[in-house]
């Protein structure tokens, strides 16, 4: 498209874009709202209504074949609608649980809602980016917001702190994505992902592409919280709000993974940098999963845990091929019901007053007789974080070791394997202690219900992974996103 044809294209880009408006003008009204109605009732309502029409428009446009929109510097329908449609199913069910979860702890707060919106638009502008700059910008957005939100509980040192930290480290680790972006750019003179891999094969500037990409690398690494960038996680989950952890650990993660895939896919050749794929999955999978072991507070061992399943979508992506990229979404959907379940559960058995930031996991010791309901699906969420069958979990896994092991990486699949095998002592862990143990009675359980709108997304989130586990087919959708042909030639959009 030339420059001079950008206007006169706008309104057609803003019909392919609609769900980002509209999340983008709630988000503005919901602001004025609050500042004039302070915590007025109709706001929870209003966010998930609107991600709800969202997410309804891109489910329509999955099946579509992929394009581009303002200046070519996003991509909509197929992958793209693919990747927002998780990223609203996140916002959408972790509003359900922060309405009743905030209000209990007196914080239901117009602007809780409102960041929430904005760290959406940056996260399907980062997961549809078609341009370096647009990674920055859709990642930037996201990442104020998530600074904001992990401090929303302001009475809360801990909350404070998490939220310092996260600040602290996350613009450091901006300053060398942004420093990447300058490199790619001066080595290859585009910020155009597809024209990137045409750019560097005619390139003299080598070691300025492969500094660039270095760098860019670490930046993503950041933000998935692989290790050994993965600092931040454990502070950040167990300082924030539980439901606000639950949406952090899946949607941004989404989006940051989907970034990664669109420029590992479309701007460099697989064979060249796969191998440093795999380093960095073999190290996330082992550190996850063994400090894991020895934490006692449960939103902290769910960080460790969340450290190790970013490191299993680094093994799909290590394959550098179409099924790795696809297994690699697909292990996101399911992590998103997976995660987003489990804390539901941790946010509705908390009774520190800290937001479980305090809370040691033999404190829950019996609880699963006093919320039944919550207990069983939290059986649904352990297994299939473990890998068991016939969860979505399993699949998972097999989505993205399979591709690892076609592609030569065999002993990757293997540790991949054996540090699930690992991980099963700290999902079980946490059934043995609510099924199995006696309460001392040195804790008092918070006695009152669960709200029925939280409980519904509970038990949702459990039976949708059942659903992806005897039924998974839902992984042909995200391999049709993928062709052979462009992992070899220069990228074209459609």
């Not at 520190?352 to 809370?359: A, H, L, P, R, T």
């Not at 006093?370 to 068991?388: D, E, H, N």
Request: proline letters at 4%.
């Amino acid at each position: 498209m030339e420059l001079s044809q950008a206007y006169t294209s706008l309104l057609s880009d803003m019909g392919h874009t609609i769900p980002l408006i509209l999340i983008v003008l709630t988000g503005l009204v919901i602001v004025l709202l609050d500042a004039f109605k302070p915590r007025h009732v109709s706001i929870p309502y209003l966010t998930a209504l609107v991600l709800a029409v969202a997410l309804g428009l891109e489910i329509q446009t999955i099946g579509s074949q992929g394009g581009t929109a303002y200046y070519e510097l996003i991509r909509v329908g197929g992958m793209a609608a693919y990747v927002n449609a998780v990223i609203l199913t996140s916002g959408l069910l972790s509003v359900i649980l922060m309405k009743p979860y905030l209000e209990r702890i007196d914080h239901n707060i117009g602007e809780a809602y409102a960041l929430l919106l904005f760290s959406i638009t940056g996260m399907m502008v980062l997961g549809s980016a078609n341009s370096l700059v647009t990674i920055f910008v859709g990642l930037e957005t996201m990442s104020i917001c998530l600074y904001i939100m992990t401090a929303l509980i302001r009475s809360h040192k801990g909350a404070i702190e998490s939220a310092l930290k996260y600040f602290l480290l996350g613009a450091f680790s901006t300053g060398f994505f942004l420093y990447g972006i300058a490199l790619l750019y001066g080595a290859t003179g585009t910020m155009m992902l597809p024209e990137m891999r045409g750019a560097v094969a005619v390139s003299d500037s080598d070691t300025m592409f492969w500094a660039g990409l270095a760098l860019l690398l670490v930046g993503f690494m950041f933000k998935v919280g692989a290790a050994p960038f993965h600092m931040w996680t454990p502070d950040v989950y167990q300082g924030a709000a539980t439901p606000i952890t639950g949406f952090m650990s899946t949607a941004s993660k989404t989006a940051a993974f989907a970034s990664l895939i669109l420029v590992l896919y479309y701007a460099v050749p697989a064979e060249t940098w796969n191998g440093v794929i795999a380093i960095l999955a073999l190290i996330t999978m082992i550190v996850g999963n063994v400090i894991a072991i020895s934490q006692t507070n449960l939103k902290r061992m769910l960080a460790y845990s969340s450290i190790a399943h970013a490191g299993y979508v680094l093994v799909g992506l290590s394959a550098g091929t179409g099924a790795g990229y696809s297994g690699a979404l697909y292990y996101m959907l399911v992590y998103t019901f997976m995660n987003i379940g489990a804390f539901g559960v941790i946010a509705f058995m908390e009774f520190d007053g800290k937001e479980g930031s305090e809370q040691r996991l033999d404190s829950l010791a019996g609880i699963g007789y006093k919320k039944p309901v919550l207990s069983v699906c939290m059986i649904f969420f352990m297994f299939s974080l473990a890998g068991f069958p016939p969860f979505g979990g399993f699949f998972g896994k097999i989505a993205v070791f399979a591709p690892a092991i076609d592609a030569g990486f065999i002993w990757l699949a293997i540790v991949g394997v054996l540090t699930s095998a690992v991980s099963a002592y700290y999902y079980l862990r946490v059934l043995v202690v609510f099924f199995m143990k006696q309460p001392d009675g040195v804790y008092d359980f918070d006695a009152s219900p669960v709200p029925f709108s939280a409980t519904a997304v509970i038990v949702l989130c459990a039976g949708v992974i059942l659903v992806l586990g005897v039924a998974p087919s839902i992984m042909e959708v995200t391999m049709s996103f993928f062709s052979s042909s462009i992992t070899t030639t220069a990228a074209v959009l459609p």
